[in-house]
């Protein structure tokens, strides 16, 4: 048991009569799965640090459908998306952060067609914005020394354009910025997205994982990043393949951001 | 007598653009076959796309060699045509070459024009090397035998043919304005050709005649039989590039799309007003809305586009990261398959007077396999790797749709990821009331 985390639910902000800055979507990994529950609550760590006054669904959140989209499934992709749109539209949410690329793209980009229209950002983004307005800032040395090279996830990069501000907030660690040859624009996958998270992959020679695990192996880093809890898993276990998981961890923006800040 | 090479000529002319409006017609009769889907915002957008992308090629040198030597090819393609302009008039009426009158542009024009052709030339030569003698991993995946390589060997072979010819008839015809040959205007500058003359040199007047008469007939005759080989061919993209490019994706990758038919279910579903027991108020005899794609008529017309469109570079596929680690999932591939059937299915509907006949055939399973389908991460970098604008992920996701809608046929890890979802709102089995336990871990 860690230090006491400062969460409220908008339950309670209702019964407060009061609307919070943004609303914080957990995410299904970031509430189950026990390596991302860390992300999660190092994000945490970061928005009580810089006095946020953010609020989460609790047990009223609900999977966005994301994954069952991909797998095909639209009819549970927006069956899902209705029964949340019907949630936040209740609550007047207007602005949501969320650590996981999936749900940020699905509720940026495909949620406003079904009628949920709200102000969607990633955390590194959030963080930034954060450090920006010196609402946070890494005081100590950080991970000066410290090579990090960061791995773009796809909904986050590719999908969205979104290539700066990860690498702005790590930068800000003081740590040495490496790039992978494939980087941005032509990241490769981590192999996760497509719903491949929850099966075993076709016949093939290698598995996705361990090939961009390489990529990364060859900067030499101390560690790598990275902006999503399903490429975190990915990669820990490309490490773990390459047996390197003794020289090079795998961090979320957010954890690095919140060691860097003796949080 | 006097007039029989314009007659002849307008004939082979007739004949060459006529087959090729046939062609046309057919290619927009398949296309067509496809679902109807609104492109029609943001034309602005559109537009600075077709122009950015298929005008300026600026996906083409993402990758620096091949990029290059395409702009050389296009560029000469585009310029060369000026000259096929000319031929054009000169044949229908009789002339030699009827723009010398613009005097020393005319010089600038015909030199650019044979530097231009050396330049493709070159670049077709290392193209052809790069295919054949260097056998790059992306020319030689397992969807590139057979045809798909004969084709991508015969365009190479036809431009340099063509390139050649349209120097040795400058040759010909600048020995022959040297020799002061009647007919023959001194006019034109040949800074590539007149390397060539010295071994035209010896031949008698009559000689040198017929050798500029038939490279100048060999070269035009070339083009027209060249403009109809389009059709069969991956050739197609030098027309096809830029409709494709203006009617390309225009918001973020990530998007998908939201099937309009799901939408109006789930809302009737979620509707507590809805009586489930109602007669449905349309009509009835409309059949129910197929979900997702099994045969490419259940594709959209752009999607369709995109198949004629594909030019089989390979791209696509070297940057798959399924790919890449073996996997037999290809995104070009996808792409050949869906421009096969929909061929096959026009052909059918050619032969039954309009009408398509079931073949028993579709393009799952019998073209593009499950297998494939499911190894897609929809990590979009087979869309970011087109040059020209093409989104095979698009087809791979409403073919999964038909699996997982239609057929109930996903694999089942995720049949079993998609009930705990329906069940617990998650894609793993815990309790829904268990979400919040992070903050107390």
Redesign the interface.
């Given at each position: 048991?860690s230090e006491?985390?400062k969460?409220k639910?908008m339950q309670e902000f209702m019964a407060e009569g009061k609307q919070p800055e943004i609303l914080f979507w957990?995410g299904?990994a970031?509430?189950?799965?026990d390596r991302a529950?860390k992300i999660?609550?190092a994000f945490?760590k970061l928005l009580n640090k810089a006095q946020v006054d953010f609020a989460?669904l609790?047990?009223e959140?609900?999977?966005t459908?994301d994954?069952?989209?991909?797998?095909?499934?639209?009819?549970?992709f927006?069956?899902?998306a209705?029964?949340n749109i019907e949630l936040l539209n209740g609550y007047e949410i207007k602005r949501i952060v969320t650590c996981d690329p999936h749900s940020f793209?699905t509720l940026?980009?495909?949620y406003p067609?079904?009628g949920g229209n709200y102000d969607v950002i990633h955390h590194t983004q959030y963080l930034k914005e954060l450090m920006d307005s010196g609402r946070l800032s890494v005081t100590g040395e950080g991970y000066r020394g410290k090579r990090i090279t960061f791995h773009d996830p796809?909904?986050l990069g590719?999908?969205?354009?979104i290539f700066d501000a990860p690498r702005e907030v790590l930068s800000r660690t003081n740590a040495e910025l490496v790039e992978m040859k494939r980087h941005k624009?032509?990241a490769?996958?981590c192999?996760?997205?497509?719903?491949?998270?929850?099966?075993?992959?076709?016949?093939?020679?290698?598995?996705?994982n361990v090939?961009?695990t390489k990529d990364a192996l060859e900067t030499k880093p101390d560690i790598i990043a990275t902006g999503c809890p399903y490429c975190n898993t990915m990669m820990t276990d490309g490490i773990k393949a390459h047996e390197k998981e003794d020289s090079v961890t795998v961090l979320d923006v957010a954890e690095l951001l919140a060691n860097a800040q003796g949080l | 007598m006097e007039y029989l090479p314009n007659i002849i000529f307008a004939l082979a002319l007739i004949v060459g653009i006529g087959f090729f409006a046939r062609n046309v017609k057919k290619l927009s009769r398949n296309i067509k076959l496809g679902k109807d889907v609104d492109v029609s915002d943001n034309k602005p957008q559109r537009w600075r796309n077709m122009a950015r992308i298929a005008l300026g090629q600026t996906k083409m040198v993402v990758r620096p060699v091949p990029g290059i030597l395409h702009i050389l090819v296009y560029v000469g393609f585009i310029i060369i045509n000026i000259e096929v302009l000319e031929i054009v008039l000169d044949g229908l009426l009789g002339t030699h070459r009827l723009f010398s009158q613009l005097g020393s542009l005319y010089n600038f024009l015909i030199g650019s024009f044979e530097v231009l052709a050396l330049l493709v030339i070159v670049a077709v030569v290392v193209f052809w090397i790069r295919r054949n003698i260097i056998r790059i991993q992306r020319f030689i995946k397992p969807e590139m035998k057979g045809w798909p390589k004969t084709d991508g060997n015969m365009i190479l072979y036809i431009e340099f043919v063509l390139m050649t010819l349209f120097l040795t008839m400058n040759a010909a015809d600048f020995q022959l304005q040297q020799l002061g040959v009647d007919h023959y205007v001194q006019a034109g500058a040949f800074p590539v050709s007149q390397f060539i003359v010295p071994l035209l040199e010896g031949l008698s007047t009559p000689s040198l005649i017929l050798v500029e008469r038939t490279t100048w007939w060999l070269h035009i005759l070339g083009i027209l039989a060249f403009l109809n080989y389009l059709y069969y061919s991956k050739h197609l993209h030098i027309l096809l590039a830029f409709p494709n490019t203006y009617y390309g994706k225009l918001t973020p990758l990530g998007q998908f799309n939201n099937l309009e038919s799901v939408t109006k279910e789930v809302k009737l579903m979620m509707d507590p007003d809805a009586d489930p027991f109602a007669a449905p108020a349309e009509d009835e005899s409309a059949e129910p809305e197929k979900f997702g794609a099994s045969d490419v008529m259940d594709l959209n017309w752009v999607q369709l586009l995109n198949a004629y469109t594909c030019t089989e570079c390979g791209r696509c596929t070297s940057e798959c990261p399924a790919n890449q680690t073996g996997k037999k999932l290809s995104p070009r591939k996808i792409m050949m398959d869906t421009r096969d059937r929909l061929e096959e299915v026009g052909k059918i509907i050619d032969a039954n007077k309009g009408e398509f006949v079931s073949d028993g055939k579709q393009l799952l399973d019998d073209y593009i396999s499950r297998e494939e389908l499911w190894a897609c991460t929809t990590c979009n970098a087979c869309v970011q790797a087109c040059p020209v604008s093409i989104d095979p992920l698009s087809i791979i996701v409403e073919m999964r749709r038909y699996l997982v809608m239609e057929q109930s046929a996903a694999p089942m890890e995720l049949n079993n990821m998609m009930s705990n979802i329906e069940n617990n709102g998650a894609p793993w089995p815990y309790n829904q009331m268990d979400r919040l336990n992070w903050v107390n871990e």
């Amino acid at each position: 048991m860690s230090e006491q985390l400062k969460v409220k639910t908008m339950q309670e902000f209702m019964a407060e009569g009061k609307q919070p800055e943004i609303l914080f979507w957990v995410g299904s990994a970031g509430s189950y799965d026990d390596r991302a529950k860390k992300i999660t609550r190092a994000f945490v760590k970061l928005l009580n640090k810089a006095q946020v006054d953010f609020a989460v669904l609790g047990t009223e959140e609900s999977s966005t459908g994301d994954v069952a989209k991909r797998a095909g499934n639209e009819f549970l992709f927006q069956m899902q998306a209705m029964m949340n749109i019907e949630l936040l539209n209740g609550y007047e949410i207007k602005r949501i952060v969320t650590c996981d690329p999936h749900s940020f793209n699905t509720l940026k980009n495909e949620y406003p067609g079904l009628g949920g229209n709200y102000d969607v950002i990633h955390h590194t983004q959030y963080l930034k914005e954060l450090m920006d307005s010196g609402r946070l800032s890494v005081t100590g040395e950080g991970y000066r020394g410290k090579r990090i090279t960061f791995h773009d996830p796809c909904y986050l990069g590719r999908a969205n354009a979104i290539f700066d501000a990860p690498r702005e907030v790590l930068s800000r660690t003081n740590a040495e910025l490496v790039e992978m040859k494939r980087h941005k624009k032509t990241a490769l996958c981590c192999g996760a997205g497509g719903a491949q998270m929850f099966k075993e992959p076709e016949k093939g020679d290698m598995d996705i994982n361990v090939l961009r695990t390489k990529d990364a192996l060859e900067t030499k880093p101390d560690i790598i990043a990275t902006g999503c809890p399903y490429c975190n898993t990915m990669m820990t276990d490309g490490i773990k393949a390459h047996e390197k998981e003794d020289s090079v961890t795998v961090l979320d923006v957010a954890e690095l951001l919140a060691n860097a800040q003796g949080l | 007598m006097e007039y029989l090479p314009n007659i002849i000529f307008a004939l082979a002319l007739i004949v060459g653009i006529g087959f090729f409006a046939r062609n046309v017609k057919k290619l927009s009769r398949n296309i067509k076959l496809g679902k109807d889907v609104d492109v029609s915002d943001n034309k602005p957008q559109r537009w600075r796309n077709m122009a950015r992308i298929a005008l300026g090629q600026t996906k083409m040198v993402v990758r620096p060699v091949p990029g290059i030597l395409h702009i050389l090819v296009y560029v000469g393609f585009i310029i060369i045509n000026i000259e096929v302009l000319e031929i054009v008039l000169d044949g229908l009426l009789g002339t030699h070459r009827l723009f010398s009158q613009l005097g020393s542009l005319y010089n600038f024009l015909i030199g650019s024009f044979e530097v231009l052709a050396l330049l493709v030339i070159v670049a077709v030569v290392v193209f052809w090397i790069r295919r054949n003698i260097i056998r790059i991993q992306r020319f030689i995946k397992p969807e590139m035998k057979g045809w798909p390589k004969t084709d991508g060997n015969m365009i190479l072979y036809i431009e340099f043919v063509l390139m050649t010819l349209f120097l040795t008839m400058n040759a010909a015809d600048f020995q022959l304005q040297q020799l002061g040959v009647d007919h023959y205007v001194q006019a034109g500058a040949f800074p590539v050709s007149q390397f060539i003359v010295p071994l035209l040199e010896g031949l008698s007047t009559p000689s040198l005649i017929l050798v500029e008469r038939t490279t100048w007939w060999l070269h035009i005759l070339g083009i027209l039989a060249f403009l109809n080989y389009l059709y069969y061919s991956k050739h197609l993209h030098i027309l096809l590039a830029f409709p494709n490019t203006y009617y390309g994706k225009l918001t973020p990758l990530g998007q998908f799309n939201n099937l309009e038919s799901v939408t109006k279910e789930v809302k009737l579903m979620m509707d507590p007003d809805a009586d489930p027991f109602a007669a449905p108020a349309e009509d009835e005899s409309a059949e129910p809305e197929k979900f997702g794609a099994s045969d490419v008529m259940d594709l959209n017309w752009v999607q369709l586009l995109n198949a004629y469109t594909c030019t089989e570079c390979g791209r696509c596929t070297s940057e798959c990261p399924a790919n890449q680690t073996g996997k037999k999932l290809s995104p070009r591939k996808i792409m050949m398959d869906t421009r096969d059937r929909l061929e096959e299915v026009g052909k059918i509907i050619d032969a039954n007077k309009g009408e398509f006949v079931s073949d028993g055939k579709q393009l799952l399973d019998d073209y593009i396999s499950r297998e494939e389908l499911w190894a897609c991460t929809t990590c979009n970098a087979c869309v970011q790797a087109c040059p020209v604008s093409i989104d095979p992920l698009s087809i791979i996701v409403e073919m999964r749709r038909y699996l997982v809608m239609e057929q109930s046929a996903a694999p089942m890890e995720l049949n079993n990821m998609m009930s705990n979802i329906e069940n617990n709102g998650a894609p793993w089995p815990y309790n829904q009331m268990d979400r919040l336990n992070w903050v107390n871990e």
